[in-house]
């Protein structure tokens, strides 16, 4: 029975050793990670509409029209699509707002609006609704106020990009806010006039 007890004690020994090591090898590695990062903080999205330039469509050309009525750009919100997108060059994206709706660079330049760059978005769909929530119309969605919006996906150059425009009427209208899903719902709602 003295050699079993001696050969209990030995497992045991081993057993305790084992476990020690494996505590050590844990510590070890939980020391050596170092501090965890801090979680990244979150973009502010929001265009607090109040802060914009208050004023209407000016009687020049080129002139934004939505749903026929004038307006002015207050701001444009530019998007790629998916979360590892990007924006593209200056002159890439130039070409691509202007082939969304032909003048509108003209616009920008005369309009003078905010433009924000938001990160890549992975719905489509779900790009409009984030635009909306945080660029809040004043009234009911803009409706009987001088403010409209639409919000949405658009190709150009075989890319697809989102977007958001934000734009006062000048005076009090029945304008709103209107999520697109492609290029032609675009050119139904916004159009440059030339003349």
């Known amino acids: 029975m003295g050699s ?26 939980v020391l050596r990670r170092g501090p965890a ?8 999205l929001k265009i607090d509409v109040a802060s914009l330039n208050p004023s209407g469509p000016s009687i020049e ?4 029209t939505y749903s026929g009525k004038p307006v002015r750009l207050a701001a444009l919100v530019v998007a790629p699509v998916g979360r590892s997108g990007a924006i593209p060059e200056a002159d890439r ?15 920008i330049s005369t309009d003078d609006p905010m433009v924000k760059f938001w990160p890549g978005q992975l ?12 660029v809040k119309l004043p009234g009911a969605r803009g409706v009987g106020t001088p403010w409209c919006s639409v919000a949405g996906k658009f190709k150009a150059g075989g890319q697809q990009y989102l977007a958001g ?12 806010e209107i999520a697109v899903d492609d290029n032609e719902q675009w050119a139904r709602i916004l159009e440059v006039r030339r003349a």
């Open 4 to 29: 079993l007890s001696v050969t209990f004690v030995l497992v045991i020994s081993a057993l305790v050793a084992v476990l020690l090591l494996v505590i050590f090898v844990v510590l070890l590695f």
């Open 37 to 44: 990062l801090p979680e990244p903080k979150p973009i502010d």
């Open 61 to 64: 050309v080129p002139l934004l």
């Open 93 to 107: 994206l130039l070409d691509a707002v202007d082939q969304l709706i032909p003048g509108l660079v003209e616009v």
């Open 123 to 134: 719905s489509t769909h779900g790009f409009a609704h984030v635009f909306f929530r945080n």
């Open 165 to 176: 425009m934000l734009c006062n009427a000048g005076g009090l209208t029945e304008l709103s």
